[in-house]
């Protein structure tokens, strides 16, 4: 077994990952690091949230329109600049380190979260 901190089933219950559509995408220039301004429709329950995502390599505003993502939808929102971002959008690195957004293969609703 890796160095890795075990953690109880409840500590992963709290953490809210679910699954949204883009319905908005920008540039953010003024970010530090390059990165993109997301909105995200995750349904009638949670409605619309915002997101900046340092995602700039692999994807650009035009591409993102319409695609799924998953985010944690109950971490507290974090201004970025004069942006306030209110979901973490979840990726993960490529071979040099660029980040890919994690998506559900098939469709499913929005707010679906992730179990």
């Given amino acids: 077994m890796s160095d890795t901190k075990m953690i109880e089933y409840g500590d992963f219950d709290r953490v809210e990952m679910r699954v949204g559509r883009i319905e908005r995408a920008e540039p ?7 990165a993109i301004k997301l909105w995200i429709d995750f349904g009638p329950e ?7 995502a340092q995602i700039t ?8 329109v319409g695609r799924s993502v998953v985010a944690v939808t109950n971490f507290p929102p974090r201004q970025i ?3 306030m971002s209110e979901v973490l959008v979840l990726g993960l690195p490529d071979e040099n380190g660029a980040i890919v957004l994690m998506a559900p293969d098939h469709d499913v609703p929005l707010g679906g979260r992730v179990f």
């Fill in 46 to 52: 949670i409605g619309v949230r915002k997101s900046s």
């Fill in 81 to 83: 600049g004069k942006f």
């Fill in 57 to 64: 390599v692999h994807y650009t505003p035009e591409s993102l």
């Fill in 28 to 34: 953010f220039p003024e970010a530090r690091k390059p």
